[in-house]
């Protein structure tokens, strides 16, 4: 399952002090169901801004955001949370696990969030760490892990309320050059068998090429790259 994403003219400013920093200057974007997109550029142009906008976890301040042809203005906190929750998974660079909780608690989260019993929930998930390698690392907490099984984790629990969008935000950004391609690897593999449209950014221009499409964001707005 996948969803298509449009973005029109959107515009993204912060207050820094007395300075009004302007991020996002009338960004336009389309992205087709199914598609594996990568978005690259130097620290500080906008490219997390634009993910939260995307992932609506911010609001633009002019422009409008459509996913699966969903207005996101158009939801109200609730009725954004749960179209979060069932739509979109997201992946950090810091993967944002719960230290308290195993690998397979921590994959269960989102179902448990949505009200999925335990038992399915459960059994879900132990499928999921199943097919990134992790079927003997369940019980193991995030301090156990390593930085690329801890980013397996991170993707098992994007995945798993089988979202029809993908959101990374730098998902190899913390780890060492042999981790990251494994990870991102995987990213590509999962992305193509669970059939979700994907939209990463990244600092890595090589791993980014290896995606459908990829463009650059510069001056606040987005440029295709040449191959």
Not at 58 to 85: C, K, Y
Not at 126 to 144: C, M, S
Not at 183 to 192: G, K, P, T
């Amino acid at each position: 399952m996948s969803v298509s994403i449009r973005v029109n003219g959107v515009r993204k400013s912060y207050r820094d002090g007395e300075r009004l920093v302007q991020v996002l200057n009338g960004v336009d974007l389309e992205v087709r169901a199914g598609e594996f997109v990568a978005v690259v550029g130097p620290s500080g142009c906008g490219k997390s801004t634009l993910l939260h906008l995307l992932g609506a976890l911010d609001i633009p301040d002019s422009g409008t955001v459509e996913v699966g042809g969903q207005g996101l203005a158009d939801l109200g906190p609730r009725r954004l949370a749960a179209f979060r929750n069932r739509t979109i998974g997201f992946v950090f660079q810091f993967q944002e696990l719960l230290g308290d909780f195993s690998a397979l608690e921590n994959v269960m989260l989102p179902g448990r969030i949505a009200g999925k019993s335990t038992a399915w929930a459960e059994e879900r998930a132990r499928g999921l760490l199943d097919e990134v390698g992790l079927q003997d690392r369940l019980d193991h907490f995030p301090n156990q892990l390593s930085g690329g099984e801890r980013q397996r984790v991170a993707l098992c629990r994007a995945l798993f309320m089988e979202p029809p969008l993908i959101l990374a935000d730098e998902p190899t950004g913390n780890l060492d050059p042999e981790s990251g391609v494994q990870v991102f690897d995987l990213m590509l593999d999962l992305q193509e068998r669970h059939g979700t449209t994907a939209l990463v950014v990244t600092h890595n221009p090589e791993l980014a090429s290896r995606c459908g499409r990829l463009l650059s964001l510069e001056g606040g707005k987005l440029h295709a790259e040449r191959r």
